[in-house]
Protein backbone atom coordinates (compact mmCIF):
# COMPACT_ATOMS: atom_id res chain seq x y z
CA UNK A 1 0.00 0.00 0.00
CA UNK A 2 1.12 3.41 -0.67
CA UNK A 3 0.73 6.74 0.81
CA UNK A 4 1.45 9.80 -0.99
CA UNK A 5 -0.02 12.70 -0.54
CA UNK A 6 0.15 16.43 1.91
CA UNK A 7 0.19 15.96 6.26
CA UNK A 8 1.80 12.20 5.02
CA UNK A 9 2.53 11.29 8.68
CA UNK A 10 -1.43 12.15 9.60
CA UNK A 11 -2.41 9.64 7.46
CA UNK A 12 0.17 6.92 7.83
CA UNK A 13 -1.02 7.36 11.75
CA UNK A 14 -4.99 7.15 10.20
CA UNK A 15 -4.52 4.21 8.67
CA UNK A 16 -2.15 2.51 11.42
CA UNK A 17 -4.98 3.88 14.05
CA UNK A 18 -7.24 1.69 12.05
CA UNK A 19 -5.68 -1.31 12.24
CA UNK A 20 -5.25 -1.08 15.90
CA UNK A 21 -8.73 -0.39 16.49
CA UNK A 22 -9.99 -2.93 14.42
CA UNK A 23 -7.43 -5.25 15.77
CA UNK A 24 -4.65 -6.63 12.67
CA UNK A 25 -2.39 -4.55 15.38
CA UNK A 26 -3.43 -6.70 17.97
CA UNK A 27 -2.16 -5.18 22.11
CA UNK A 28 1.77 -5.82 22.27
CA UNK A 29 2.54 -5.82 18.67
CA UNK A 30 5.60 -4.41 17.30
CA UNK A 31 5.81 -1.53 14.76
CA UNK A 32 9.36 -2.24 12.79
CA UNK A 33 9.89 0.70 11.32
CA UNK A 34 11.83 -0.67 8.09
CA UNK A 35 9.29 -2.78 7.15
CA UNK A 36 6.10 -0.69 7.67
CA UNK A 37 8.27 1.86 5.72
CA UNK A 38 8.46 -1.11 3.38
CA UNK A 39 5.36 -1.71 3.17
CA UNK A 40 3.55 1.74 2.98
CA UNK A 41 6.37 3.11 0.90
CA UNK A 42 7.12 5.93 2.97
CA UNK A 43 10.38 7.12 4.57
CA UNK A 44 11.24 5.99 8.05
CA UNK A 45 11.39 9.96 9.11
CA UNK A 46 7.97 10.06 8.52
CA UNK A 47 7.13 6.77 9.83
CA UNK A 48 8.22 8.29 13.18
CA UNK A 49 6.37 11.42 13.01
CA UNK A 50 3.46 9.20 12.72
CA UNK A 51 4.76 6.82 15.83
CA UNK A 52 4.68 10.58 17.82
CA UNK A 53 0.58 11.17 16.91
CA UNK A 54 0.02 7.92 17.72
CA UNK A 55 1.54 8.25 21.09
CA UNK A 56 -0.22 11.03 21.52
CA UNK A 57 -3.54 9.14 21.05
CA UNK A 58 -2.21 6.42 23.40
CA UNK A 59 -2.46 3.68 20.94
CA UNK A 60 0.82 3.11 20.85
CA UNK A 61 3.67 3.60 23.48
CA UNK A 62 7.42 4.31 22.18
CA UNK A 63 9.84 2.29 24.17
CA UNK A 64 13.77 3.42 24.16
CA UNK A 65 15.75 0.96 22.18
CA UNK A 66 13.15 -1.48 21.84
CA UNK A 67 11.18 0.54 19.58
CA UNK A 68 6.74 1.19 19.06
CA UNK A 69 4.35 -1.47 20.17
CA UNK A 70 0.70 -1.15 20.37
CA UNK A 71 -0.54 -0.24 23.60
CA UNK A 72 -2.00 -2.92 26.05
CA UNK A 73 -5.97 -2.73 27.19
CA UNK A 74 -6.31 -3.28 31.19
CA UNK A 75 -9.50 -2.78 32.97
CA UNK A 76 -7.88 0.25 34.33
CA UNK A 77 -6.94 1.53 31.28
CA UNK A 78 -10.74 1.65 30.29
CA UNK A 79 -12.23 2.66 33.11
CA UNK A 80 -9.52 6.03 33.63
CA UNK A 81 -10.64 6.52 29.44
CA UNK A 82 -13.89 6.39 30.00
CA UNK A 83 -14.43 8.55 33.58
CA UNK A 84 -12.13 11.10 31.92
CA UNK A 85 -13.61 11.65 28.57
CA UNK A 86 -16.86 11.52 29.51
CA UNK A 87 -16.42 13.90 32.06
CA UNK A 88 -15.11 16.15 29.53
CA UNK A 89 -17.88 15.50 26.56
CA UNK A 90 -20.40 16.06 29.86
CA UNK A 91 -18.86 19.60 29.74
CA UNK A 92 -19.52 19.71 25.93
CA UNK A 93 -22.74 18.47 26.20
CA UNK A 94 -24.10 21.52 28.93
CA UNK A 95 -22.42 23.81 26.68
CA UNK A 96 -24.14 22.71 23.62
CA UNK A 97 -27.36 23.06 25.72
CA UNK A 98 -27.07 26.54 26.54
CA UNK A 99 -25.04 27.86 23.58
CA UNK A 100 -26.73 26.07 20.25
CA UNK A 101 -28.62 28.35 17.52
CA UNK A 102 -31.02 27.35 14.63
CA UNK A 103 -28.89 25.84 12.15
CA UNK A 104 -26.71 24.26 14.22
CA UNK A 105 -28.38 21.35 15.62
CA UNK A 106 -30.59 20.22 12.96
CA UNK A 107 -28.05 18.50 11.10
CA UNK A 108 -27.08 16.19 14.35
CA UNK A 109 -31.07 16.13 14.95
CA UNK A 110 -30.97 13.93 11.79
CA UNK A 111 -28.57 11.58 12.54
CA UNK A 112 -30.90 10.27 15.45
CA UNK A 113 -33.68 8.51 12.63
CA UNK A 114 -29.99 7.36 10.85
CA UNK A 115 -29.16 5.97 14.07
CA UNK A 116 -32.26 3.84 14.63
CA UNK A 117 -32.07 2.22 11.70
CA UNK A 118 -28.80 1.18 11.85
CA UNK A 119 -29.95 -0.43 15.02
CA UNK A 120 -32.77 -1.97 13.35
CA UNK A 121 -30.67 -3.58 11.29
CA UNK A 122 -28.24 -5.14 13.33
CA UNK A 123 -25.84 -2.92 12.12
CA UNK A 124 -23.78 -1.62 15.43
CA UNK A 125 -20.39 -0.56 13.32
CA UNK A 126 -22.45 1.58 11.31
CA UNK A 127 -24.45 2.67 14.54
CA UNK A 128 -21.50 3.57 16.32
CA UNK A 129 -19.65 4.83 13.39
CA UNK A 130 -22.21 7.54 13.11
CA UNK A 131 -22.34 8.20 16.74
CA UNK A 132 -18.77 9.21 16.63
CA UNK A 133 -18.93 11.61 13.73
CA UNK A 134 -21.58 13.07 15.76
CA UNK A 135 -19.30 13.66 18.85
CA UNK A 136 -16.43 15.22 15.73
CA UNK A 137 -19.28 17.63 14.76
CA UNK A 138 -20.45 18.56 17.92
CA UNK A 139 -17.01 19.13 19.65
CA UNK A 140 -16.08 21.66 16.97
CA UNK A 141 -18.73 23.32 16.84
CA UNK A 142 -19.78 23.61 20.31
CA UNK A 143 -16.42 22.80 22.71
CA UNK A 144 -16.03 26.91 23.23
CA UNK A 145 -12.36 25.89 24.08
CA UNK A 146 -9.17 24.79 22.41
CA UNK A 147 -8.14 22.92 24.90
CA UNK A 148 -11.01 21.48 25.77
CA UNK A 149 -11.52 20.68 21.75
CA UNK A 150 -8.08 18.81 21.74
CA UNK A 151 -8.59 16.90 24.33
CA UNK A 152 -11.56 15.46 23.25
CA UNK A 153 -9.93 14.71 19.81
CA UNK A 154 -6.93 13.54 21.02
CA UNK A 155 -9.04 10.54 23.15
CA UNK A 156 -11.73 9.69 20.02
CA UNK A 157 -9.23 6.98 18.50
CA UNK A 158 -8.94 5.49 22.07
CA UNK A 159 -12.40 5.56 22.47
CA UNK A 160 -13.19 3.87 19.25
CA UNK A 161 -10.66 1.30 20.13
CA UNK A 162 -12.22 -0.36 22.77
CA UNK A 163 -15.66 0.16 21.72
CA UNK A 164 -14.84 -1.63 18.48
CA UNK A 165 -13.57 -4.54 21.33
CA UNK A 166 -17.12 -4.24 22.55
CA UNK A 167 -18.78 -4.56 19.17
CA UNK A 168 -17.26 -7.81 18.12
CA UNK A 169 -18.63 -9.34 21.36
CA UNK A 170 -22.35 -9.63 22.94
CA UNK A 171 -24.25 -6.40 21.49
CA UNK A 172 -27.60 -7.13 23.42
CA UNK A 173 -27.53 -4.44 25.62
CA UNK A 174 -26.43 -1.61 23.23
CA UNK A 175 -30.55 -0.28 22.99
CA UNK A 176 -29.92 0.96 25.84
CA UNK A 177 -27.03 3.08 25.18
CA UNK A 178 -29.55 4.18 21.76
CA UNK A 179 -32.23 5.04 24.39
CA UNK A 180 -29.84 7.50 26.86
CA UNK A 181 -28.49 9.30 23.16
CA UNK A 182 -31.92 9.81 22.78
CA UNK A 183 -32.95 11.37 25.97
CA UNK A 184 -29.65 13.40 25.54
CA UNK A 185 -30.53 14.60 22.14
CA UNK A 186 -33.62 16.03 23.85
CA UNK A 187 -32.19 17.24 26.85
CA UNK A 188 -29.75 19.39 24.30
CA UNK A 189 -32.65 20.72 22.05
CA UNK A 190 -34.80 21.12 25.55
CA UNK A 191 -31.70 23.46 26.68
CA UNK A 192 -31.84 21.42 29.74
CA UNK A 193 -28.08 21.52 30.19
CA UNK A 194 -27.66 19.75 33.66
CA UNK A 195 -29.75 16.56 32.55
CA UNK A 196 -27.59 16.77 29.04
CA UNK A 197 -24.37 16.61 31.28
CA UNK A 198 -25.38 13.62 33.06
CA UNK A 199 -26.89 11.75 30.43
CA UNK A 200 -23.63 11.92 28.42
CA UNK A 201 -21.85 11.00 32.01
CA UNK A 202 -24.78 7.48 32.09
CA UNK A 203 -24.18 6.98 28.39
CA UNK A 204 -20.17 6.71 29.39
CA UNK A 205 -20.46 4.32 32.02
CA UNK A 206 -23.07 2.22 30.37
CA UNK A 207 -20.37 1.86 27.46
CA UNK A 208 -17.34 1.34 29.76
CA UNK A 209 -19.14 -1.28 31.30
CA UNK A 210 -19.96 -3.07 28.28
CA UNK A 211 -16.31 -2.81 27.19
CA UNK A 212 -15.38 -4.46 30.40
CA UNK A 213 -17.44 -7.36 29.80
CA UNK A 214 -15.82 -7.71 26.50
CA UNK A 215 -12.80 -8.01 27.67
CA UNK A 216 -13.21 -10.36 30.69
CA UNK A 217 -15.10 -12.48 28.02
CA UNK A 218 -11.91 -12.60 26.11
CA UNK A 219 -9.19 -13.12 28.98
CA UNK A 220 -11.22 -16.00 29.70
CA UNK A 221 -11.93 -17.62 26.45
Not at 9 to 18: G, K, P, W
Not at 96 to 125: K, S
Not at 194 to 208: L, S, V
Request: aromatic share 6%.
Amino acid sequence: MSLKAVSLSEQIASHLAERIIKGELPPGARLPENELAKELDVSTNSLRESFRLLEKQHLIELQPRKGARVCEVTDDQVKDLYEFLFLLLSQLAERAAIVWQPGQIEDLMNMLPQLEQHFMNDDLPGAHQLAFRFVEIATVRFAGNRYLQTDIQDLIPLLKRYSYMALQEDTSEFDVSLKIFKRLLVNIVGRRQKDAGADIREYGENQCQIVLRAIAKRNAA
